[in-house]
């Protein structure tokens, strides 16, 4: 997580971008508090937007500079931060026209990021300052672009080093008003790309330190690691946990338990979205989500080992079990009547509980459990089914849900491994639904056994081989392509990993462009569809026949000189009637160009339609009718 502290003195436009910024991409960065040098009046873009019911409650301190001397007003702002700089990795000036002090400056520990009106090496002083100077020199000499940029604040007046900038046309019928607005209108896509770079760099730096790490968490399997852009990194260990205890390390298991994970979850998307993203060798990478504090078990079978599963209580005499009713007369290993799910609550220790309890203590509400009952017994038919295909037998298994930060319910940990499932082979019982007293198991209860049947943790090396095999088998039945010595070859290092991860994945950006603020209800729902799909999207509104400088400088700003290295982008246009928008985005870009053409009704549908598929040669525009349709055809070329 990037902390930030915001000093600004304006109307609080460029706080509410930063907001916008943390909202529309999900970027892990918060802003700690927020320092004013004015007013919050009644008309105050920021006062009316903290006051929103969903606004964020940043906690906002004022100081007013004109009661007080240079040395005084500088400590009450130093004393007004000074608590938090240790948790904090930059202040950021927003439309701050409070020049410090180079001794405030050193008091600091913190970097200080100025954002200035201003392309690099020209105007320095105020917001008022450098606009107006920009527009004099408009008129007088010619000026056809100012700009702005991000900067380190030292002791030279806005000269620090540039972290990036931004040009921004000067247009003739510019005044101050229109000008400060379309520089606040590019500030929002610099600013993404210097948080961004903030958040990658800060996050390189987390996982080359030997220093321990708060966002680092191991576990009985996995080591669970904060690696920024809301992604966590999963290290898959070789440890092997038996009745909640460590018992012993299976070479391979790891890398096998990833592969398993990886192919379920690429197979499942069409029941319930998941968090996988990218996986090497023993290393996943995975959205970040809330994770629900229950595991669903469901069972198809009467077995298992643990306290809490189902054949330990029938055999102790129970037939009201997780708030079921099970009938007499069940032999060890018989296959159930019916499919059945048995949660139990997930921390140091599990414990039983029923669906009702699950509502009554707050885990979930009733259409929460409902939606994950529905998904979780089509999961375990889809995974029967393919399992049945490869010779074995799903016998029973659990899954584990999250929400993201829009609330949306998906799948997280992992899913149908040996692990997290029982497997017997079907080869052993051709019907796999008669009694079988001995079944051959596929899981990690071949340990499980031993340490019951001895009373011992202390597992021989022979049968730590045997479990090795059984993790590589199941994994090699899954994917053909992969084989024993791929799975036990030494681990690339997870570095690699992050790498290719941030180079190929998490540089994508759509960039929608829009010809009129009409159009704005139909770019809203691309926008959905693109969430839902957790790509980076942002949007701009501009006329290609009314305001085509403008547009032009818009597609410059995203140009590859202009942006960071391995970004992928691709561009959306939404424009009707006599669609230019289209064609002059296709025509001044280097990347793939979707049209969406807006439409209410079948008179509309085929004028927007046909404007937009009468493009020139040589002006590569893709048509596609609907936002979700566009959704995916992005995604899938993302994908390549």
């Not at 620090?160 to 000008?179: A, M, Q």
């Not at 038996?242 to 197979?267: I, Q, R, T």
């Not at 045997?466 to 994994?475: E, F, I, P």
């Not at 759509?510 to 009129?516: D, E, M, Q, R, W």
Request: glycine share 4%.
């Amino acid at each position: 997580m990037l902390n930030l502290i915001v000093f600004c003195s304006g109307e609080g436009s460029s706080v509410m971008a930063l907001d916008s910024i943390q909202n529309e991409t999900e970027m892990p960065f918060r802003i700690r508090k927020i320092i004013l040098n004015n007013n919050l009046n009644e008309t105050s873009i920021l006062k009316n937007y903290l006051a929103l019911p969903n606004s964020p409650r940043y906690e906002v301190v004022r100081f007013d500079s004109e009661n007080n001397t240079r040395d005084e007003y500088e400590y009450l702002l130093y004393n007004a931060v000074k608590g938090e700089l240790e948790e904090t990795d930059y202040i950021l000036f927003l439309g701050w026209n409070f020049v410090v002090s180079q001794s405030f400056i050193e008091k600091l520990s913190t970097k200080i990021l100025n954002l200035h009106p201003a392309l690099p090496g020209s105007y320095i002083g105020t917001s008022k300052v450098c606009i107006e100077s920009a527009l004099r020199d408009h008129k007088q000499h010619g000026l056809t672009h100012t700009g702005s940029m991000v900067h380190e604040v030292t002791r030279l007046l806005d000269r620090g080093n540039v972290l990036d900038s931004v040009k921004v046309p000067i247009l003739p019928t510019d005044t101050f008003e229109t000008l400060q607005q379309r520089i606040k209108s590019y500030e929002k896509g610099m600013l993404f790309s210097v948080v961004f770079n903030l958040i990658k760099t800060k996050t390189e730096r987390n996982l080359t330190s030997k220093e321990p790490n708060s966002d680092v968490y191991v576990g009985k399997v996995r080591t669970v690691e904060n690696i920024g852009n809301n992604c966590l990194l999963l290290t898959a260990s070789d440890r092997l946990s038996a009745f909640d205890k460590h018992v012993c390390n299976v070479p391979g298991k790891g890398y096998s338990l990833n592969g398993m994970s990886k192919w379920w979850f690429e197979n499942t998307r069409c029941i319930i979205d998941n968090h996988y993203l990218y996986s090497h060798g023993k290393y996943m990478v995975v959205r970040k989500t809330r994770p629900i504090k229950l595991e669903i078990i469901v069972r198809g079978y009467m077995t298992g080992s643990s306290s809490t599963s189902i054949l330990k209580m029938y055999q102790a005499g129970q037939r009201e079990i997780y708030g079921i009713t099970f009938r007499e007369g069940y032999r060890d290993h018989e296959k159930l009547d019916n499919v059945v799910i048995t949660p139990t609550t997930k921390g140091e220790h599990d414990y039983p509980i029923t669906p009702r309890e699950i509502v009554e203590q707050g885990y979930l509400t009733q259409d929460e459990y409902n939606f994950i009952e529905e998904k979780a017994l089509k999961l375990f038919e889809f995974g029967q089914t393919e399992a049945s295909k490869k010779g074995l037998i799903l016998v029973d298994t659990k899954y584990e849900f999250g929400r993201l930060d829009n609330g949306k319910i998906i799948l997280i940990d992992e899913l149908h491994t040996c692990d997290s499932s029982r497997y017997w082979l079907q080869e052993d019982n051709p019907a796999y639904n008669l009694y079988n007293p001995t079944p051959k198991k596929l899981d990690k209860d071949i340990i499980r056994d031993h340490i019951k049947k001895t009373d011992s943790y202390n597992v021989p090396d022979e049968l730590i081989t045997k479990v090795s095999g059984v993790y590589s088998d199941y994994l090699m039945k899954l994917d053909q392509n992969e084989t024993r010595d791929n799975i036990l070859s030494t681990y690339q290092d997870r570095d690699i990993l992050v790498d290719n991860y941030f180079k190929n994945h998490h540089h994508e950006l759509v960039v929608i462009l829009a010809g009129s603020v009409t159009d704005k209800e139909w770019v809203e729902k691309i926008q959905k569809e693109l969430n839902k799909k957790n790509l980076n999207n942002v949007a701009y509104y501009s006329s290609a026949h009314k305001n085509t400088r403008e547009v032009l400088s818009i597609l410059d700003s995203y140009s590859r000189k202009n942006q960071p290295p391995h970004r992928k982008i691709i561009y959306v246009t939404v424009a009707g009637r006599s669609n230019a928008l289209s064609g002059v985005v296709a025509s001044n870009v280097e990347y793939p160009v979707f049209a969406v053409p807006p439409y209410k009704d079948k008179l509309d549908f085929q004028v927007n339609i046909n404007s937009t598929l009468q493009c020139p040669s040589k002006v590569p525009v893709m048509t596609v009718l609907e936002p979700g349709n566009v959704a995916i055809a992005i995604e899938k070329i993302f994908n390549l």
